[in-house]
């Protein structure tokens, strides 16, 4: 066997063993916007929710975290938005979260990387055990508001059509995860579990139309429009008219300080 060869199995060796010792773990050195897990308990209709994100920002590099506990009524369940934000030069790359409504309240959970101080994401490092999966609990003001008064990138919030007993079901499914995850830390995955395969994976859980493999779950910036295709935005406008209407940034800024923000980037067509 010729020594090159024997060079390039070794390398392999090795980087194959490296990455079966890869263990998660939540005992790390966190970034401060991501100290903290959120969690729920569940007490019949009651849904007590812990580490509620809502940080306030000055910019992206300068804000202060805070966090609150909040019990939700889940008879009171009545809505849930689907938010896409691209955010590079390829709209194929993009973050999608779920925001649910409580009547006129509010609570996103945005499935995320945890990143330990000075990580920034990378694709590639997604697909290599190098960051954990994190189920976010958030306040629209904190979540959404970085995504479009601060990072200011396209931010859609697209409204899902489906029976209120599915959308308690996707809730209760995604929360079930959020605490499984806090005693049983696993890794993210750019292609098996990132924000949007995991969020396909709650879908089809209770859909009784399940959402096939399709390369615009791995390119997000493109799942606003399987989402249309396969009819789960609560519209009758085409493609284009609806990426139109849905987005909610000019909204977002102008009533960025309003008590009533999340109602206000629902005001869709003003």
């Not at 409504?101 to 509010?106: A, L």
């Not at 089809?204 to 493109?222: E, H, M």
Request: aromatic residues 14%; contains cysteine; charged residues 25%.
């Amino acid at each position: 066997m010729k020594v090159w060869v024997k060079i390039i199995l070794a390398i392999m060796i090795t980087f194959f063993i490296w990455f079966l010792v890869q263990m998660p773990s939540n005992d790390r050195n966190w970034e401060k916007d991501q100290k903290e897990i959120s969690w729920a308990e569940i007490n019949g209709p009651l849904i007590s929710m812990h580490n509620i994100r809502n940080i306030s920002y000055r910019n992206t590099t300068d804000y202060d975290v805070a966090y609150y506990d909040k019990t939700f009524n889940i008879e009171k369940l009545d809505s849930v938005y689907f938010m896409v934000e691209p955010f590079a030069q390829w709209e194929g790359a993009a973050h999608t979260f779920l925001s649910f409504g409580f009547g006129d309240e509010y609570l996103v959970i945005s499935i995320e990387i945890r990143k330990e101080v000075g990580e920034e994401f990378s694709l590639i490092n997604g697909m290599l055990k190098q960051y954990e999966l994190q189920y976010v609990f958030g306040d629209e003001n904190d979540l959404i508001k970085l995504r479009s008064n601060y990072r200011h990138d396209d931010v859609y919030l697209f409204p899902i059509k489906t029976e209120k007993e599915k959308i308690i079901s996707l809730f209760l499914d995604m929360i079930n995860k959020a605490n499984y995850l806090k005693d049983n830390p696993e890794f993210y995955n750019t292609v098996t579990s990132s924000c949007t395969t995991n969020i396909v994976d709650h879908v089809n859980k209770i859909s009784p139309k399940r959402i096939s493999f399709d390369f615009r779950i791995l390119a997000p910036g493109y799942s606003g429009m399987l989402a249309h295709e396969v009819d789960l935005i609560d519209t009758e406008l085409s493609w284009e008219e609806a990426k139109e209407y849905f987005k909610i940034n000019e909204r977002a800024l102008k009533y960025a300080n309003d008590p009533e923000f999340s109602k206000k980037i629902r005001e869709y067509g003003s």
